[in-house]
């Protein structure tokens, strides 16, 4: 059985980039010959759908405190 290493999210470079309509994104940074690539991606994976989370957390509080008003 082959152990993994771990890999952490803040282990991984991040980029930032515009988008095409201007918005500044921010992207994990993954090098193809990495030794630990299959854990790079997992990392960086995890990274992506929690920050996506939050911000639909985010949305839908802030509809939801306009909808009160």
């Given at each position: 059985?082959?152990?993994?290493?771990?890999?952490?999210?803040?282990?991984?470079?991040?980029?930032?980039?515009?988008?095409?309509?201007?918005?500044?994104?921010?992207?994990?940074?993954?090098?193809?010959?990495?030794?630990?690539?299959?854990?790079?991606?997992l990392?960086?994976?995890?990274?992506?759908?929690?920050?996506?989370?939050?911000?639909?957390?985010?949305?839908?509080?802030?509809?939801?405190?306009?909808?009160?008003?």
């Amino acid at each position: 059985m082959i152990k993994l290493k771990h890999v952490r999210p803040s282990d991984l470079p991040t980029k930032r980039v515009r988008a095409r309509d201007g918005s500044v994104v921010q992207m994990k940074v993954v090098q193809s010959d990495s030794p630990t690539l299959a854990e790079d991606l997992l990392a960086a994976f995890r990274s992506n759908v929690r920050r996506i989370k939050a911000e639909q957390r985010k949305r839908d509080r802030a509809s939801q405190n306009a909808a009160q008003v």
